[in-house]
């Protein structure tokens, strides 16, 4: 049952969803009470206040809601992708769509989630579904 | 006892600026001092008769006691509340509360920053920020804040409404042209839409002319209850209504990036005041971006949803518009020291008694200001009228 928890070996939400990512699992969580997913990770639900929050897998599978490149010079890496991600459970964050350039990226694009090191972290960054696929 | 009975009980009875632009060599505290005394002895009282403050502070968590100790004053009523650029717009309903309880009976409002000259600056309060502030589920993707949150809210604009990169750059252009009209302004050169179009990117669509400029500036309001009002210095401007909402911090988590919680702030002040959007000579609105004003002309009703972008076009919000917004030259071009609600009242207040020159308009009794603060997350609105207007 703990497992089911939205804690988990002592941590609180943020910490077990960064160390699932950090252990290659992408779980986001889901209202027992009125049954809307949930993110970012919390101890109550946003929706309807109810505490019984549980982890689970989304499919990875989102909509581009809103998107821009951010300019920056060549020589620390150039132009970037930053957006929102609408998850096909409901849900929207912030990530960036990587495997194609910035400016190729379009509101109302497929993308695929995958986990990826950002710094010394891992993170959700997403591709263009036809690239994942 | 309702809010509406609180509609004109609280007047605006001086203003003041200090140090718009740049400060070189002083601080924070000393231009909002510079502020507050120009504003009191605008309202012909003295800073010993301050017993009500609110002020707060990008840097300071625990402002509000440095600028008590600074101006030597015991207030009986206090509010720091911090969110962001709305807060001294936010700041207008407490203080009418604790005027009309007789908790207090002068409140000064001020605010002051040297984030452009200062040692520790602008870039440097955003990389310390990460640490003290951090938005675990937006940094790591390194969004250039707060520009990002703006670029990904007019993108979906642009998406869904089909609001144009020329229209975006109609509200600098306004905004500039009224700028040229302000001797206090920061920026007043020409400015062209190519002009916004072809500046240096920032992040799509935004060129570094679709935001607002990064300066020093200082201001303040003195607040009285309207009996007391009639005796100051100047005509009062009374306070007809006031509303704040906040329905989250980071971009990520709005539901509509075209919807912003200013259109629960305005329903709620213009219900306060008893007039709507019809009714204004004036709206300042906070334009932090370009975007900013477009969405607050759609959520507080001076058009429909999506419309916005048709609502400034060829001109219409430049002076000999349609409608008069921003008249000081806005966050674009007059001045935008971090947070700049303060800024927005001084020039509603100045406009209503027709203080304003070259860009003054002709007798206007009312006027909205609107003040957003984070990125997109709160919103506050006030309606501020002539005794006319009462």
């Known amino acids: 049952m703990e497992m089911q928890s939205k804690a988990r070996g002592g941590a609180g939400p943020e910490q077990v969803y960064l160390d699932g990512l950090a252990a290659g699992r992408f779980e986001i969580q889901r209202c027992v009470g009125c049954g809307h997913a949930v993110f970012y990770p919390r101890w109550v639900c946003p929706h309807c206040g109810g505490a019984g929050l549980d982890w689970f897998a989304p499919s990875g599978a989102g909509v581009v809601y809103a998107t821009t490149t951010v300019a920056r010079k060549p020589e620390q890496g150039g132009d970037y992708n930053v957006c929102l991600v609408d998850l096909e459970e409901g849900v929207r964050m912030m990530s960036q769509v990587r495997a194609v350039a910035p400016e190729h990226v379009r509101i109302g694009m497929r993308v695929q989630a995958r986990i990826a090191m950002i710094g010394d972290a891992a993170q959700i960054v997403f591709e263009p579904s036809e690239v994942a696929a | ?390």
């Open chain 2, 1 to 390: 006892m309702s809010l509406r009975d609180l509609r004109g009980r609280a007047a605006i009875v001086g203003v003041g600026q200090a140090g718009l632009g740049q400060a070189q060599g002083y601080t924070e505290q000393e231009v909002l001092t510079q502020a507050a005394m120009a504003a009191i002895a605008d309202a012909g009282l003295s800073l010993k008769d301050i017993d009500g403050i609110t002020t707060c502070s990008s840097l300071s968590p625990m402002w509000g006691m440095s600028v008590v100790e600074y101006l030597g004053i015991r207030p009986t009523f206090l509010d720091s509340t911090m969110i962001g650029g709305s807060s001294y717009v936010a700041h207008l309903l407490p203080a009418m509360h604790a005027l009309e309880s007789g908790q207090c009976n002068a409140v000064l409002v001020c605010y002051g920053s040297t984030q452009r000259t200062a040692k520790f600056n602008r870039a440097d309060l955003t990389r310390v920020r990460k640490f003290l502030d951090p938005q675990p589920f937006e940094t790591p993707y390194d969004p250039p804040m707060p520009a990002a949150a703006y670029a990904l809210a007019a993108s979906r604009h642009m998406h869904q409404y089909g609001t144009t990169r020329k229209q975006l750059s109609e509200v600098a252009v306004a905004a500039r042209k009224w700028a040229q009209l302000n001797p206090e302004a920061t920026m007043r050169d020409a400015l062209s839409l190519e002009d916004v179009a072809n500046a240096r990117r920032v992040c799509d669509p935004f060129t570094v002319r679709d935001c607002c400029m990064v300066s020093d500036g200082a201001g303040a309001f003195v607040m009285t209850r309207a009996d007391r009002a009639r005796d100051c210095a100047k005509a009062p401007v009374y306070v007809l209504g006031n509303a704040t909402a906040v329905w989250n911090r980071q971009v990520s988590s709005m539901h509509d990036l075209t919807v912003t919680a200013a259109l629960e702030s305005g329903r709620r002040c213009y219900e306060m005041a008893g007039v709507g959007a019809k009714d204004m000579d004036l709206a300042m609105l906070y334009d932090a971006f370009t975007i900013n004003t477009i969405l607050f002309l759609e959520d507080l009703g001076f058009c429909e949803k999506g419309e916005g972008g048709a609502f400034v076009d060829d001109g219409a919000i430049a002076p000999g518009g349609r409608l008069a917004v921003n008249t000081n030259g806005g966050g674009l071009s007059c001045v935008h020291p971090g947070m700049y609600g303060v800024f927005l009242m001084v020039e509603a207040v100045r406009q209503l008694r027709g203080e304003c020159g070259e860009r003054q308009l002709n007798s206007p009794s009312l006027a909205l200001v609107h003040g957003n603060g984070g990125t997109l997350s709160s919103q506050s609105t006030a309606i501020l009228g002539t005794r006319d207007a009462l």
